[in-house]
């Protein structure tokens, strides 16, 4: 069958099986691999994407179900060349370690903080309660996301570096605390 | 990687529409609501349906809607705008509760009412709650509407008077004067199914006593409400002592099943627990709507 929905602002259309999940449409049709995809059964939510602006597992939702409706993943985040504040605010805070569940965790903060700008640690501990990081134990995920909160795109505060030299590997800064590991590791 | 079988795919754009596509692919064909259960079901190959006829468009079923003494709750309500709505918290305070708990809020996002109470898992918390509250279905077929008490609707696990060329439409409740409601959850970790919940609504006369009372449980064995406990409360001034004969009832008639999530004597625990607080918290609050 035909789908056609719009993917972080592209219209895209393509002929696919009705059975085909969301998720796999996302990574495999369209090729957009940020959207990470886990468990299968809507419990750790790597998957999440956002539709209509509203945060869905997308290994629960067929492709077909989609078809008509807005959709955005992590790579349509960054706009207009900046990075989101949620992407700035979990390099500020170390919201990620392995980062398998950041995009979902970062699509999750978008919505809440588009709904909710001023969200205390309560309020953002239950709006990821449905998606699991086995990392970081969530302390950083918070403060990543109250830092995005205390820094709305748009205001000037900690100007955001451009999205591409961070996204592009070539020119990605090197944080310090990466050099003093090398270095140690390069001592011993 | 779990995928369904496959099978095709149709949305329907009106309830009319719907009906008719279920009865031209008949026993095969099945309706898809927020999709978070029978879709895992189909990855599982629990289901294979060789027709889904998406009723995600049928905007016209996503509604609340206060009509004289009467809440009516369209089936395509999702979890989400249930538990955000000032209006049923008001009501039915039950509602708030018993969605807080519902699985995670983005899974709240698509799973409805009407999948919820069609799904019948004996562990779907709406169950309950439509179950003391007195609701009633609203259904629609080939022959017409036909409105069913929630003793007619729920046939046992996962099976409801919901015929295959049925749609559930709606939900009705009834609105009660001096009345609240309260939902107590106990569950393995945050999002997951209850090992046991308990449920209660409670309706005062003028003079302070409970006038009607229904209690109801969840995952723990005990089909619709509890009449023994209605029995011992009725007439009475909401008093500790009733609440814990109303739990020590509870106990006796529930029937859990040892599993994972618990031993029999443990959940008959919660069963005993859960009645009393979920009666304690509703009297209070029916009471505080009589003071208002
Ligand atoms: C991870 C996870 C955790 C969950 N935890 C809980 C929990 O703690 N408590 C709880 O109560 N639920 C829980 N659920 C279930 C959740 O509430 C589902 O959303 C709900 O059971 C089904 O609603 P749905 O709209 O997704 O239905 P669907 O999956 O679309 O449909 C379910 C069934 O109902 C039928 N159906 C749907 N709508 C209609 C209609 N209008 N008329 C006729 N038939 C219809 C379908 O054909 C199907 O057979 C959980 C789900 C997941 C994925
Ligand atoms: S892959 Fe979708 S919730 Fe885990
Ligand atoms: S950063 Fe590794 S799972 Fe969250």
Redesign the pocket.
């Known amino acids: 069958m035909k789908v056609s929905m719009t993917v972080n602002g592209n219209d895209v259309t393509n002929e696919i099986e009705p059975r085909v999940l969301l998720v796999h449409y996302i990574r495999e049709v369209l090729g957009l691999t940020g959207t990470h995809w886990g468990c299968d ?3 750790c939510g790597t998957c999440v994407v956002l539709m209509d602006g509203q945060p869905v597992k997308s290994c ?1 939702v067929l492709a077909a179900m989609a078809a008509g409706h807005d959709i955005r993943t992590v790579e349509g985040l960054a706009s207009g060349g900046s990075l989101d504040p949620v992407q700035q605010g979990f390099m500020e805070e170390h919201g990620l370690q392995c980062g398998f569940c950041t995009s979902g965790m970062m699509l999750t903060a978008r919505a809440l903080l588009d709904k909710n700008p001023h969200p205390d640690a309560t309020e953002i501990r239950q709006a990821i309660s449905g998606q699991i990081c086995r990392c970081t134990g969530y302390a950083t995920i918070v403060r990543s996301v109250q830092w995005a909160a205390a820094h709305p795109a748009g205001t000037g505060v900690d100007d955001a570096p451009a999205a591409d030299e961070v996204l592009d590997g070539t020119d990605t800064p090197v944080p310090d605390f990466a050099t003093e590991i090398v270095d140690t590791e390069v001592k011993a | 990687m779990q995928i369904p079988a496959p099978f095709d795919y149709v949305r329907a754009s009106s309830v009319d529409n719907a009906l008719e596509l279920l009865q031209r692919h008949g026993t095969e064909s ?11 079901m189909m990855k599982l190959r629990l289901a294979r349906p060789e027709w889904l006829i998406d ?1 995600n468009d049928l905007y016209e ?1 996503d509604f609340i809607l206060r009509d004289g003494d009467t809440l009516r709750i369209g ?2 309500t999702r ?1 989400t705008t249930l538990l955000e709505s000032d209006e049923i918290a008001g009501i039915f305070p039950i509602v708030r509760d018993a969605e807080s ?4 809020p983005i ?1 709240r996002n ?3 009412i ?3 109470l ?2 019948a ?1 004996p ?4 169950s309950t709650v439509c179950d003391v509250l007195g609701a009633e279905a609203v259904i629609r077929g080939p022959a017409g509407e036909r409105i069913l008490t929630m003793a007619d609707f729920h046939r046992g696990p996962y099976e409801t008077a ?1 015929g295959q060329d ?4 709606e939900l009705r409740f009834p609105l009660r004067p001096r009345s609240s409601s309260a939902y107590e959850k106990v ?1 393995r970790r945050v ?4 090992v046991g919940a308990a449920g209660a609504a409670i309706t005062l006369a003028a003079d302070g006593t409970i006038s009607d009372a229904a209690v109801g449980l969840t995952a723990l064995g005990l089909d619709g409400t509890l009449a023994e406990a209605a029995d011992v409360l009725r007439g009475r001034h909401p008093a500790e002592e009733l609440f814990v004969e109303a739990g020590r009832l509870a106990a006796a008639a529930c029937d859990p099943v040892d599993d994972q999530r618990g031993p029999v004597d443990y959940k008959r625990h919660l069963a005993d627990e859960l009645t009393r607080r979920v009666l304690r918290l509703a009297c209070t609050r029916a009471a505080k709507t009589q003071e208002g």
């Open positions: 059964t809507s419990n629960t | 099945r309706v898809i609501a927020g999709g978070h259960s029978l879709l895992p009723i079923l089936a395509m979890h708990v519902i699985a995670d899974v698509r799973g409805t009407g999948g919820s069609c799904q898992d562990a779907e918390d709406l919901v049925e749609l559930l439409c569950e999002g997951d199914w209850a």
